[in-house]
């Protein structure tokens, strides 16, 4: 039973050596089960596993080193006099999404206080019955930090919509070219923008769901490019993937912040106002939206400078 148990599993003798290992124990540590017994440092790689079982902890959570995991570990009388069994439980990602918790709510709360103080101020203003000239413009921070907040809530929205399956993809295919044009002309960012689209490349997917990506990604790349610089769009066909690409001449994201951009409220330069940087959910929401469509996104350093974001998706929805 606990050869084939999916938590780890080691036998110990009374001086510590690991007699025995189940598979999924053997599997994590990569024990040769032919050079057991052996102590437990020389078969794990962890001393803090050693220092539990020699303290006699019945229970401990350890941060091992070695494999860079969080396990739980539970001691428990083994099948002999003056045996143990340690029991360990990869809580890695259970650690790590409560710490994404975490790190979400005080966000949230980041991000709706400044609107919620501003609104306060600006009606405590409105109280004090300005000149009518004062008024007017208070209104219009009252209206303007409202849009702002109802923002926030409609991106969270649409999170969760994608998150719980509840939107819908409405397929059909048409010209890549022509969709990154009429986004374009939509936006109408404020710099040069360099299309380089195959004639005739077609796709087939969700195009608003597409487009919608796309226009993030735009609107990130005028956002953080110093103003006149151009923005580099480009297109290929990559075996069986489309790849669109979406290049910005900004100062460019340190390596360590690549895989977090993609969370919500997530910011690399949190100094950056809120009318200038956006929220933190729009890299979040094209992410979501690229994997409902079974594709992939990423971003790395261009080459020439400034960041570039990708996205891939597949030639057959």
């Known amino acids: 039973m606990l050869e084939h148990a999916p938590t780890m599993a080691l036998l110990l003798d009374a001086e510590g050596r690991v007699l025995r290992a189940n598979r999924a124990a053997r599997e994590f540590f990569a024990i040769d089960a032919s050079r057991l017994p052996a102590s437990l440092v020389e078969v794990t790689l ?16 350890a941060s091992l080193v070695h494999h860079r995991r969080t396990v739980q570990t539970h001691i428990v009388p083994g099948p002999e006099t003056a045996q143990t069994i340690l029991f360990l439980v990869d809580i890695t990602e259970l650690r790590r999404l409560a710490t ?3 790190e979400f709510v005080a966000n949230l709360v980041h991000e709706l206080k400044t609107p919620i103080t501003s609104l306060r101020l600006t009606a405590e203003s409105l109280l004090g019955d300005p000149m009518p000239k004062d008024r007017r413009r208070f209104a219009e921070r009252l209206v303007r930090e409202a849009d702002l907040m109802s923002k926030i809530i409609d991106n969270l929205r649409q999170l ?3 998150e719980t399956g509840l939107m819908a993809v409405d397929i059909s295919t048409f010209d890549l070219d022509e969709l990154i044009t009429d986004s374009l002309a939509r936006l109408g ?13 077609t796709v087939e997917t969700d195009r608003a769901k597409l487009v919608q990506a796309l226009d993030n990604l735009l609107d990130n790349a005028a956002k953080f490019s110093p103003p006149g610089t151009a923005i580099d769009v480009e297109a290929s066909l990559a075996g069986d993937e489309v790849v669109i690409s979406v290049r910005d001449r900004g100062p460019g994201i340190s390596p360590e912040h690549w ?17 200038a940087g956006g929220f933190g959910l ?15 996104i990423w971003t790395e ?6 960041q570039v974001f990708y996205i891939a998706l597949p030639t057959k929805p």
């Not at 001393?47 to 959570?61: M, T």
């Open 100 to 102: 994404v918790r975490q």
């Open 259 to 275: 895989s977090r951009v993609f969370e919500r409220f997530y910011k690399v330069d949190r100094a950056r106002p809120r009318e």
């Open 46 to 61: 962890e001393s803090r596993l050693f220092e539990i079982v020699n303290a006699g902890e019945p229970r401990a959570e």
């Open 160 to 162: 969760g919509d994608i």
């Open 282 to 296: 729009g890299l979040a929401i094209t992410k979501h939206l690229v994997q409902v469509l079974g594709g992939r």
């Open 301 to 306: 350093a261009a080459r020439e400078g400034g």
């Open 189 to 201: 960012l404020d710099r040069p923008v360099n299309a380089a689209i195959p004639e005739g490349l």
